[in-house]
């Protein structure tokens, strides 16, 4: 594993914060009706992913820090969904766009978890 000194030297969070920009950018153009439903959950849930990274981050045990990357781990999947529906809705054009990026978030994440799980077991 290579070392960091800080949240922002992790790829998964770098990418994470990139998904971040993507959905706001992209949920601008959402409807103004969906301004206190879809576009604030699935802003919400984006910016949980980075923010529980972060926060787990700095965590001293394992089990906390793995907490936190399964809480970001939930809000991903949530923002996994809301991909599908704003493109069932019609409300983005950009579907393969953003369901690459998180899928690499996800893929990140799943690695990063597996590491941190792998180092635990290797000290025994």
Do not use: W
Not at 10 to 25: E, G, N, P, R
Not at 75 to 100: A, G, P, Q, V
Request: a positive charge.
């Amino acid at each position: 594993m290579v070392k960091t000194n800080t949240f922002l030297d992790l790829i998964v969070l770098q990418k994470a914060h990139l998904f971040v920009l993507s959905t706001y950018k992209v949920t601008k153009t959402f409807p103004k009706k969906e301004t206190y439903g879809l576009t604030s959950q699935f802003r919400r849930a984006a910016t949980s992913i980075s923010s529980n990274i972060a926060e787990g981050y700095k965590k001293k045990g394992i089990k906390d820090k793995l907490r936190f990357f399964n809480i970001a781990q939930g809000s991903l999947e949530e923002c996994r969904y809301y991909i599908i529906l704003s493109k069932d809705l019609n409300y983005i054009n950009n579907f393969e766009e953003l369901n690459k990026l998180i899928t690499e978030v996800s893929k990140l994440l799943n690695s990063y978890c597996k590491t941190i799980l792998n180092s635990l077991t290797s000290e025994f």
